[in-house]
């Protein structure tokens, strides 16, 4: 087939549970904990991660995520980036903007370069948010409303940027525990009504705020450190979850949702799992789009 009859790929996310159609990941080829940055790298230290078995994990992932109809891209993985396998936190698309984040840490500075790179190919304009300390692990989005963590990797300078940017949403600062990383490891909206949370990561004013809009799927400190709240939903009330968070699974079975589980836990071992491996460029818009 020619490539001039290929439909160009048209950025477009308006939540974190439409059906989900193209999505940037990176293979975990140059994988190691250099420099620890979070609680998980501390216990998995002196342990390491065993690469192969991480690219085996991955390219099970990618291929069940084909198995669903949607579109994976791969950007190449680079000995210098060692925590590029998380593509969230390098971007995160907007209705029909993409943005390009600027990351906190030297060890993922230049990693978003790539995805520019590959943003030029395709002819997809972007967002750069220079100047501001943000990442895509921080940002969670609801239809009109786009939940911005506060963290060490993301500061109140950015939230306010981004809110000059997009006057017709509502930018709600969420603050947490930092030592959690980022938003979606203790946060993650996964229907217009339900979200997984992590009770301890949050003060009573922010469960409070948060238990007003959605209904609280609580994950277990246990199922925290394995990132029981950083699934992947791919739309209809399907995602991924690790098989090792039993509790978290039936409880999103028990509500209706189909689980897939793959094994990535060589990967979640420098502290990410499903969503921050995952990119969404392109979601299905759907009735609270409009």
């Known amino acids: 087939m020619s490539i001039f009859n290929k439909r160009p790929t048209l950025p477009y996310c308006q ?18 904990i250099r420099d620890v940055i ?19 994990q991955h390219k099970e992932f990618v291929k069940q995520l084909k198995k669903q109809q949607i579109e994976v891209v791969l950007l190449p993985p680079v000995h210098l980036f060692p925590e590029q396998v998380f593509t969230r936190d390098i971007g995160f698309t907007i209705g029909h903007i ?29 967002y750069n948010l220079l100047g501001d300390m943000i990442e895509g692990g921080d940002v969670i989005i609801d239809g009109k409303t786009i939940y911005v963590g506060i963290s060490n990797r993301t500061n109140q300078n950015a939230i306010h940027h981004l809110q000059k940017i997009m006057p017709n949403y509502e930018v709600v600062s969420v603050p947490f525990t930092e030592k959690y990383l980022h938003l979606d490891c203790v946060f993650n909206i996964i229907s217009p009504t339900e979200a997984l949370y992590y009770p301890n990561a949050f003060s009573k004013k922010e469960y409070d705020f948060l238990s007003q809009r959605y209904d609280l799927i609580e994950v277990s400190e246990q199922e ?35 689980v897939i589980e793959v094994d990535i836990t060589e990967i979640i071992k420098s502290g990410g799992s499903f969503r921050c491996c995952t990119l969404p460029i392109r979601r299905e818009k759907g009735t609270i789009d409009e």
């Open 15 to 32: 939540t974190e549970y439409a059906p989900l159609h193209t999505v940037v990941l990176c293979e975990p080829k140059f994988m190691t």
């Open 38 to 56: 979070n609680e998980t790298q501390k216990k998995f230290m002196n342990e390491g991660i065993h690469i192969e078995l991480a690219l085996r």
């Open 98 to 126: 993409v943005f390009v984040a600027e990351m906190a840490h030297n060890i993922r500075q230049g990693e978003e370069d790539l995805l520019k790179s590959w943003l030029h190919d395709q002819k997809i304009s972007y």
């Open 224 to 258: 925290q450190f394995t990132l029981g709240t950083n699934v992947l939903s791919i739309g209809r009330k399907t995602l991924f979850s690790l098989p090792i968070n039993q509790q978290v699974n039936q409880k999103l079975r028990d509500r209706g949702y189909t």
